[in-house]
């Protein structure tokens, strides 16, 4: 769900490729004869669900990423090891498919036009499943995500491996939450509405109470960007009433950077609220999930509330920075704005201690009874 460094260039960079275009650079580039092609909702990348009549898996997702990140190929390639290496660690994680010449990616043009753009073009498995936004969650999927947040970001940490990853300190990447003193620059995008002075108290807060401990954090690399659109489960029971969901599908790994464990499980619990119908319970579950693996110390726990709220503010600020850029994708720009807005206004009326109180409750259920 990100751009590069500077949200000013998107206007630029995204890719708009048509279906057709699409289906003759899977043949170009990977050699195969798409039967089915249709386009897919992205931020400012392109990507396409296709079929292929060949032999085995038959279905990808062709990413085509815009122009500014596609400069950064050492970037894309840890995005890409990261996957792969995450998938042979038992991960839901897509691979790639190789390309003609072997490789696991290509710069392609955009088009036949002398000096049009070129952009990073991958295919990639593409992995069953509902997005967590279209099913009803229970504490045990909450559970199951915060789990799978500390366990990704703890193997990746610990045994990832390649030389690409240094490319993943990402300094002044908008979307790295240890970046929220950034978001004064795009603020004008709110206008002068009943929001901005929410979000201006989250920035002034962030910079005071957040900034200065960030070195007491444990720092880790982070997916990033675990949303309700990018986690793909399925249901492994019978019962409609108390479905039991696994998750089959980890999607997106376009924010990975250098950061902290805290920052996993905060952007994971913002994204859990967006759609609940009690979002200031959802923090607690998935809180539990994630200290089953990863326990956060108490410098991190008294940053989590300042934490998701500033998730929160990126998310709203950045969404509608990058709508007046793109007025004709509003409506998939702005999805976590429809509740964002009530559940940030929600956190700061209740109040830090009565939220983490809480989060911190509910977490401290899970001791006395972990879920099987």
Known sequence: MSSGNDCQCQALTKPALGEKEAAELVDRVFGLKVSWV??????????????????????????????????KPDLIEAQTQAMMFLSAEGFPSATPYLTKDGNIMSLESGDTRPGSKKYMVRLLTYLPGTPVAKIATNAQILYEIGKLAASMDKVLSEKFQHPSVKSLHRGQFIWNLANVPLLDQYIYALGQNKYRAVVEQVIEQFKGKVIPKLSSFRACINHGDLNDHNILVDSSSASLENPQYRVSGI????????????????????????????????????????????????EERGALFLLVSGRFAQSLVIAAHTALLYPENKEYLTITAKTGWKHLTTMFEVGQEAVEKTWFETAQAYMHHAPA
């Open 251 to 298: 999607l997106d790994f376009s924010d990975m950077s250098y950061g902290y464990y805290v920052f996993e499980v905060a952007i994971a619990i913002m994204y859990m609220m967006i759609e609940s119908p009690a979002p200031l319970s959802v923090g607690g579950h998935v809180l539990a999930g994630f200290e089953s693996v990863v326990p956060l110390t108490t």
């Open 38 to 71: 249709r386009s897919l909702p992205s931020y400012d990348d392109q990507n396409f669900h296709v079929r292929v009549s060949a032999e085995g898996a038959d279905e990808y997702v062709l990413k085509i990423t815009n122009s500014e990140d596609s400069q």
